[in-house]
């Protein structure tokens, strides 16, 4: 033990981890994204420094390109999804924090701190008028330092910005990334299938979480839908109808008693029987909702009366009554293979009305059911976090 009480074993993991946060994460883009960026920022550049030569030669300028400029082509090029890399960041980020640090260099008269102050006055403005951007704060040091006066955030500050951005704007479309992109949506459109978290959670997440993130609140939301479809296909997609049918449901034949079967649903509290011949095959099913048809649900006036009177046999050779499962039940039943996909289920439920769906094995005999119970406790598995 050491003296400040942790085993030497927590303090070498400790140890791991801080040092572990230095090294730098793999870069998940392939080489055709990594080529692409390369080369829009090279074409970037050499279209913005040809243009502001011929132009700073034409009208006898000085200073035709700025060193921060690279770094802007980074972020139009390589992150053109980036809110630091859209349009109104380059350029009003460039040349505000020109004028800033102009104005530094002329009112502060140590460098030093006329330095800070551009950098620091730079980032509050940027951030006031909404357009963060890196580069930014080299833009506002090199101005304060070189005391090159207002002009400088002119040209060529803001034309050599706005040249990069018609440059990312008509590369990024040609290789197929959106730029400028959106960065609020108008309205929070809904998603084709329910989600696990909707917009006011997202953005009660970004409220507390209180950092700027270098990507846009639309495109993280989308990335996080993906990220939930993956899990939801991995863990969901997987299952099988054998995995959570109840097996060996309770089953009736052909004939029968309608008391017995209605006996066995009470008994049980189920409300749905498979009906099944000799082998075990469906023949049809009996539910809560055929015996409440029969007994003519619809008319409340003596119902008790008009149910016990379903329940009782007639005893008559012909009679229009139903007396046993066979005469009540649902031919057409909707069956599923005991190796089928459970999330082809779900359509069934949600939107084809199904309660119930009996389960057959690779014989067509009845294997199990699955009702809306066992499809929900699935759901709640495969959503719930890992223990």
């Known amino acids: 033990m050491n ?14 981890r801080f040092l572990a946060a230095f090294w730098p994460a793999p870069v998940r883009v392939d080489a055709h994204e990594r080529w692409r960026s390369v080369a829009g920022a090279g ?7 040809l243009v502001s030569r011929w132009w700073a030669g034409a009208n006898a300028m000085g200073p035709w390109l700025v060193a921060p400029l690279g770094a802007s082509a980074v972020l139009v090029f390589a992150l053109p999804a980036s809110p630091m890399a859209q349009p ?5 980020g460039n040349t505000l924090s020109a004028l800033v640090g102009a104005a ?10 006329a330095a800070a102050l551009a950098v620091a006055a730079a980032i509050a403005l940027m951030f006031a008028l909404r357009c963060l951007h890196p580069p930014g704060g080299a833009t ?3 101005t304060s330092l070189g005391a090159v006066g207002f002009h400088f955030a002119a040209f060529p500050m803001f034309v050599n910005s706005l040249l990069l951005v018609v440059a990312g704007v008509v590369y990024n479309s040609l290789s197929g990334r959106r730029y400028p992109h959106a960065q609020v949506r108008a309205t929070h459109e809904p998603t084709a299938a329910p989600a696990r978290f909707s917009a006011a959670d997202l953005d009660a997440a970004l409220a507390h979480y209180n950092q700027v993130l270098d990507v846009s609140r639309d495109d993280l939301e989308e990335l996080l839908h993906h990220a939930e479809s993956a899990a939801y296909q991995r863990n969901f997609g997987s299952l099988r109808c054998g995995d959570i049918m109840t097996p060996e449901p309770i089953a009736v034949s052909f004939g029968t008693p309608l008391r017995e079967a209605w006996g066995l649903m009470r008994q049980h509290r189920i409300k749905a029987l498979p009906v099944v011949d000799r082998a075990r095959r469906i023949v049809g099913i009996v539910t809560v909702s055929d015996f409440m048809r029969h007994a003519e649900l619809d008319r409340h006036e003596g119902i008790g009366d008009r149910f016990r009177a379903l329940m009782r046999r007639s005893g008559a050779v012909h009679s229009d009554k139903p007396e046993v499962v066979g005469q009540l039940m649902t031919r057409e039943v909707r069956v599923a293979s005991i190796n089928r996909h459970v999330s082809e ?19 067509r005999r009845l294997a199990g059911i699955i009702t809306e119970s066992d499809l929900v406790r699935a759901l709640h598995r495969v959503a719930r976090p890992a223990d």
């Open 3 to 16: 003296p400040d009480g942790q085993p030497p074993v927590a303090r070498f993991e400790g140890a791991t």
């Open 43 to 49: 074409l970037g550049i050499l279209f913005t420094a």
């Open 88 to 92: 109104w960041s380059v350029v009003g």
């Open 104 to 113: 530094c260099a002329m009112l502060v008269p140590d460098p030093a701190w």
């Open 140 to 142: 506002a040091l090199l």
């Open 345 to 363: 289920l779900v359509p069934l439920f949600s939107e084809g009305g199904h309660h119930h769906i009996p389960i057959i094995d690779t014989e």
